[in-house]
């Protein structure tokens, strides 16, 4: 119950810094042209899911560090709907408290990835990112071959170019997603991913 209601606290946190980004009228111009840049990513390629030690053979009940590959595909939609962008991914993920030491709910681990693409409508743009995230696996509902979870975090991007009231191409960039680990046979697991993100440099450039 602890770990859930953990989690729970964690998502409503995000989704409020989600909400206090937008604002409150946007009737005006000026309004309309600084909403801030959202974008709808699918991770379609699965992970690799190497499992290897930080140093050594760890115990029995240690989680191991993992490796894993992704490729990304994604999408705009405010405030403009028209930039489609694909990506790969290289991330690591570790049992969250030996990352950072104090309690965490069993589930939790700790992410961290980098991303490097392009988009490629309605032009061909370099786009990289870096971020860390936290992922909470929903062990009450997962299944033989499935492990639901969800995840959130924040991390930077840089994109080569610029939408109209992006003030910087380098910009933070905070995500929430849900997603599932996928076990075929007895080899490494794959996943899939759907995440939310959020372009915006926080107000420091006057266009935002």
């Not at 489609?84 to 992410?111: I, T």
């Not at 370099?126 to 639901?148: E, N, Q, T």
Request: glycine share 10%; charged share 20%; aromatic share 12%.
């Amino acid at each position: 119950m602890r770990a859930h209601l953990t989690l729970l606290l964690l998502v409503l946190n995000i989704v409020s810094r989600f909400r206090n980004f937008r604002y409150a009228n946007e009737s005006t111009k000026l309004q309309k042209k600084a909403r801030i840049l959202f974008i709808i990513s699918i991770f379609v390629t699965a992970s690799t899911g190497l499992d290897f030690a930080l140093a050594g053979d760890l115990p029995s009940d240690e989680i191991p560090t993992r490796y894993g590959m992704a490729g990304i595909c994604g999408k705009t939609f405010d405030p403009v709907g028209d930039i489609f962008f694909l990506q790969l991914a290289g991330l690591a993920m570790w049992d969250y408290d030996r990352v950072w030491r104090h309690w965490a709910p069993e589930a939790l681990r700790f992410k961290v990835e980098g991303t490097a693409g392009l988009t490629t409508s309605p032009k061909t743009r370099g786009m990289v990112s870096v971020g860390m995230l936290a992922v909470y696996y929903l062990d009450f509902i997962s299944r033989h071959r499935w492990s639901p979870y969800v995840e959130g975090g924040i991390g930077a991007i840089y994109t080569d170019f610029q939408v109209d009231g992006q003030g910087s191409r380098f910009n933070f960039n905070p995500q929430i997603g849900i997603g599932t680990e996928i076990q075929l046979g007895s080899g490494l697991p794959f996943f899939g991913a759907v995440r939310l993100s959020h372009i915006s440099n926080a107000g420091l450039h006057d266009d935002n």
